[in-house]
């Protein structure tokens, strides 16, 4: 098994279209990339500790391979919008991959560039070194699944988690 860390603003969209991706075993909801050890919500929202809300991926790469999860990554947000996804404003909700070593750099700055063309503004996604993944409160985990009337569940992310599932036909 292999992992990856991606931020793509709010964690509970991105989570429930990647677990629903062949080959991705086991998702999870944190945060990355900040500066300040054992980090809550409350602390990433202020915007003061730089996480980013993110999703950890657990994937079988004979089954679904890095360069496939990064495209998705991309197809799941849209990563010209700066510190923001939809309604979510703050550098938490950056777009942001988690490289642990220079193959997944490679592999990201290949699709960057692969893709830059085909988007109007400048992909602003930022390449960053994996740092501490801290696991989010446990009401995160599997939030859309649980809570899919919730507004925000009900308005933002169902229509795209919808779109996603209707693609994969």
Known sequence: MEIAVLALGCFWGPEK???QLEGVYR????????NSPNTNYREVCTGTTNH??????EFDPKVISYEEI??????????????????????????????SDEKKFEIATKKINELQDD????????????????????????YFSKNPFNAYCFSVIKPKV????????
């Not at 998702?27 to 900040?34: A, D, H, S």
């Not at 991309?74 to 309604?87: A, I, K, R, V």
Request: proline share 3%; hydrophobic share 30%.
């Open 27 to 34: 998702t999870e909801v944190g945060y990355c990339g900040g």
């Open 52 to 57: 980013a809300e993110a999703v950890k991926l």
């Open 162 to 169: 919808d779109k996603f599932k209707s693609s994969q036909k």
């Open 119 to 142: 988007y109007v503004g400048k992909i602003v996604t930022l390449l960053e070194k994996e740092t501490t993944f801290y696991i989010a409160e446990e009401y995160h985990h599997k």
């Open 70 to 99: 990064i495209k998705r990554f991309f197809e799941f947000h849209d990563p010209t919008t700066l510190n923001s996804q939809g309604p979510d404003f703050g550098t938490q909700y950056r777009s942001a991959i988690f490289y």
């Open 17 to 19: 279209k990647y677990g």
